[in-house]
C-alpha cells in the first residue's frame, strides 16, 4: 500500500463550482500535512498545511483532517479556470532519522469555461 | 527576495558523464532535500539534510551524491550519470526537519540523459 494515495483524475469541474479532492494515508503517526498545487513544469507551491482534526478555511480554500479515517481533503470554492493544476497532497511521516514529506501522485483538476 | 535558486534549469548529457546541480536559498534554512518528480511516480526524496555536514538518504538515493558544507548549499551530484536518471529535480528548503515546517522549493531542473 502506498504510504499517500490520491486519485489522478483528471477531475473535471465547471467554473463556480466546488472541486473536492481527497488523500489518504496509511501512517498513523502522521502528524502534519499539506497541500501543494503545481502547474505543469512548475514547482510546487504550498495552498494549504493542516495539524489538528476539523476544517481550515483560507479564502476559498478549505482543508479538512479526518486521522481517525486516516484522510485528508481540499474543497475548492468558486472554482476558477486558474485553478486549473496538479494538487499533491503531502504527509509527513516520522522515521527514524527524523521527519521525512510524503506526496502523493497528485489529483489533476480541470476547470472548465 | 526570499527564494531557492537551482543551477542549471535545463540539461542534456550522455550516459558517465559527472554533473552537479546546485541548490542554494538564502533564508537560512537549516533543512535541505532534494526530490526527483517522474509521471505516475509522483516527488520521491533523493536525499535530504538536517543542517550543515549532516544528510541522510531518501526514498531513491541510488546513483547520487550531496554535500552540506555550507547552510545555504546543497548540490546534488551524478557521478555517472544513467538514462533512468532523467528526470525532474527539485530542490526544497524549510526552517527546521520538524513536522509542521513548510518546504519550499526551487524552479526544477529538468535532466535528461542520453
Known amino acids: 500500500q502506498k504510504e499517500v494515495e490520491q486519485n489522478s483524475g483528471p477531475l473535471s469541474v465547471p467554473e463556480g463550482a466546488i472541486a473536492s479532492l481527497n488523500c489518504t494515508y496509511s501512517?498513523?503517526?502522521?502528524?502534519?500535512f499539506f497541500w501543494y498545487r503545481q502547474y505543469s513544469g512548475k514547482s510546487p507551491e504550498l495552498i494549504m498545511s493542516?495539524?489538528?482534526?476539523g476544517d481550515k478555511e483560507d479564502g476559498r480554500f478549505t482543508a479538512q483532517l479526518n486521522k481517525a479515517s486516516q484522510y485528508v481533503s481540499l474543497l475548492i470554492r468558486d472554482s476558477q479556470p486558474s485553478d486549473s493544476a496538479t494538487y499533491l497532497c503531502?504527509?509527513?511521516?516520522?522515521?527514524?532519522?527524523?521527519?521525512?514529506?510524503?506526496f502523493g501522485t497528485g489529483t489533476q483538476l480541470k476547470v472548465e469555461l | 527576495e526570499a527564494q531557492v535558486t537551482q543551477n542549471p534549469r535545463y540539461l542534456i548529457t550522455v550516459t558517465g558523464k559527472k554533473l552537479t546541480v546546485t541548490c542554494s536559498q538564502n533564508?537560512?534554512?537549516?533543512?535541505m532535500s532534494w526530490y526527483r518528480q517522474d509521471p505516475g511516480l509522483g516527488l520521491r526524496q533523493i536525499y535530504y539534510?538536517?543542517?550543515?555536514?549532516?544528510?541522510d538518504k531518501g526514498d531513491v538515493p541510488e546513483g547520487y551524491k550531496v554535500s552540506r558544507k555550507e547552510k545555504r548549499n546543497f548540490p546534488l551530484i551524478l557521478e555517472s550519470p544513467s538514462p533512468n536518471q532523467t528526470s525532474l529535480y527539485f530542490c526544497?528548503?524549510?526552517?527546521?526537519?520538524?513536522?509542521?515546517?513548510?518546504?519550499?522549493f526551487g524552479p526544477g531542473t529538468r535532466l535528461t540523459v542520453l
Open positions: 526544497a528548503s524549510s526552517w527546521t526537519g520538524i513536522s509542521t515546517d513548510t518546504q519550499y
Open positions: 501512517d498513523r503517526v502522521s502528524q502534519s
Open positions: 493542516i495539524y489538528s482534526n
Open positions: 503531502a504527509v509527513n511521516v516520522i522515521t527514524g532519522g527524523g521527519n521525512k514529506l510524503t
Open positions: 533564508m537560512n534554512h537549516e533543512y
Open positions: 539534510s538536517m543542517n550543515v555536514e549532516v544528510t
